[in-house]
């Protein structure tokens, strides 16, 4: 099961203690998550969370946490972002959000059934907390002086306050609310066509519904849906007493090792086709390039831990310094995060580099994390990836450049098979008037982003000591050699 939380950085003045269009955008990209990923049986959120449960045999990218967690919670942002103007047409999206995500493994059905009882008693006690505290503020209480009225109040004395003091029946409010939302697929009969007498052509379809109930770990829920209860299994006993303890056993985390360099790779989910589909130029789509790039500035700006960032293609390296703690070394929330800030803001900023082309379906990025011991480790891992831009960009310059000449692909292939370095350097110069180091580097070299050296403030001509934020750069230089490193020490700070 994915669990993902939306780590917005501001809210977009979202109405409290509930604003009903923003839930409904919650719902609407968790019902895309549903139709993307098959293996996901159930889904239930409320506020800014939601739980995905994929079903027990699940074979999906073979069950690897990190690809799993980064995947779903980077498309969870792609769709966010593009259906955003839809729910709110008037408010511009002023941030790319972000989502952290992580894997809890059920042992049992009587696990979930549990986990499932805790999530909607939160959204309870949460939903029920948050209606008081709002009542009150809005009524000319401070903050300060609501949270006093409510410290140590039980569940009955806040619905006799809410009714009492503002005439609001709790129960009354809407289920949305009070109990959350969840989402599975249904068998329903769906009108395909008509035919030639005009009469409709049904089929029996899967589709993503929406259902509220009160007691979605209840065996009168449960037990009544067979899209349930076949693939995740059935529940035995209705549950007394929610033990959070008892599934909180269930979400050990993996930390990143201390004092190493985490590198987090991200790379787009089949790109081959996100590729085609968008027509991007063969091989290198200098747009689609810039993008990625402006994309990876943003990390660096959003993520004050990550120090340089080197991509090519459609992957993206992240490198966090050797102390962070960010999010106290947890991988899958850094992963999770990194991938769809990246994610939301490669949607967010499409239009801005493909003005003349719509984004035609929300593209994915899964992430992972490496942790590297030494710094001559880490710059072999980066010079690694370099070398592969280098020798992917000649393959596929010599390939496209053939394919384009009237070879069919297969005979480019043939035609390449083998051949070195320098063979292809001078196929492209021989056949095509192409010296392969005159092609744009940031088609032989990548990309890299890093901060310039932090300024230290001068105030009235004395250097007050501040430092001020280092400005970041992009820049496609050779990270193989040593030299770069040995110029700009201060970026691994080493
Ligand atoms: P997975 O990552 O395994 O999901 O598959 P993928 O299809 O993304 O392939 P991979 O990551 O191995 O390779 C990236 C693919 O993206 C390339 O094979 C290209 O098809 C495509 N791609 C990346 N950049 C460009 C570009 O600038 N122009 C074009 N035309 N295609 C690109
Ligand atoms: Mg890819």
């Known amino acids: ?66 690809k799993i967690l ?8 792609a769709v966010y972002v593009a259906k955003w103007k839809e729910f709110f047409p008037q408010k511009k999206l002023e941030y790319a959000p972000s989502f952290t ?21 939160d ?85 993503a519904v929406f259902v509220h109930s009160e007691n979605i770990s209840g065996i009168n829920f449960w037990n009544e849906q067979p899209s349930l209860y076949n693939d995740l299994g059935h529940f035995t006993k209705d549950i007394g007493k929610i033990e959070p303890d008892f599934i909180r056993l269930f ?37 689609a390039l810039k993008l990625m790039n402006s994309c990876a500035v943003a990390v660096l700006k959003e993520f004050e831990n990550i120090h340089f960032a080197y991509g ?11 102390e962070s703690e960010l999010y106290k070394r947890q991988s899958s929330k850094i992963i999770s995060a990194v991938t769809s800030f990246f994610t939301s803001t490669y949607v967010l ?13 929300p593209p994915s990025f899964d992430g992972r994390a490496v942790c590297y011991p030494t710094y001559n480790i880490l710059l072999d891992y980066l010079a690694w990836r370099q070398v592969d831009c280098h020798i992917n960009n000649q393959y596929n310059t010599c390939f496209w450049m053939l394919v384009k000449s009237g070879k069919t692909k297969t005979q480019s292939q043939d035609y390449l098979k083998g051949t070195q370095t320098r063979e292809k350097n001078e196929l492209l110069s021989r056949q095509f008037g192409i010296e392969y180091n005159s092609l744009p580097q940031i088609f032989r070299m990548g990309s890299s982003v890093f901060r310039l050296k932090e300024a230290v403030a001068v ?36």
């Open 251 to 287: 979400q050990f985390e993996n930390k990143l090792l201390p004092l190493t360099w985490a590198v987090v790779r991200i790379d787009g989910c089949h790109f081959h086709r996100f590729s085609d589909v968008h027509e991007f130029e063969k091989p290198n789509d200098e747009q």
């Open 349 to 361: 900023q499409w239009g801005e580099f493909f003005p003349h082309k719509e984004l035609k379906y």
């Open 70 to 77: 980064s995947l779903v919670a980077s498309f969870f942002a």
């Open 459 to 494: 105030e009235n001509g004395v250097v007050s000591g501040k430092k001020l934020e280092g400005e970041v750069a992009l820049d496609h230089c050779n990270i193989i050699e040593r030299c770069f490193w040995e110029e700009h020490p201060h970026i691994l700070n080493y």
């Open 312 to 322: 090519v293609s459609d992957e993206y390296s992240f490198v966090l310094k050797k």
């Open 123 to 207: 959204c309870h006690a949460n939903n029920q907390y948050d209606t008081c505290f709002w009542m009150l503020v809005k009524s000319g209480k401070s903050i300060s002086e609501a949270q006093e009225v409510l410290k140590d109040t039980q569940k009955q004395q806040k619905n006799e306050l809410l009714f009492q003091n503002f005439g609001i029946n709790y129960k009354t409010l809407p289920e949305l609310f009070r109990q959350g939302s969840c989402l599975f697929k249904k068998k329903v009969d769906e009108t395909v066509k008509h035919d030639e007498n005009g009469n409709p052509v049904k089929r029996l379809r899967r589709k």
């Open 1 to 66: 099961m994915v669990v993902i939380f939306l780590d917005f950085v501001k809210l977009h003045e979202f109405e409290k203690p509930n604003d009903e269009t923003a839930l409904s955008l919650m719902n609407s990209s968790s019902a895309a998550v549903l139709e993307e990923f098959p293996d996901i049986i159930f889904a239930y959120g409320y506020s800014d969370e939601y739980s995905f449960v994929f079903k027990k045999t699940s074979r999906f990218y073979q069950r690897r946490a990190s």
């Open 101 to 121: 995500s992580k894997v809890v493994s059920c042992a049992s059905v009587e696990v979930l059934q549990a986990y499932l009882a805790w999530r909607q008693l």
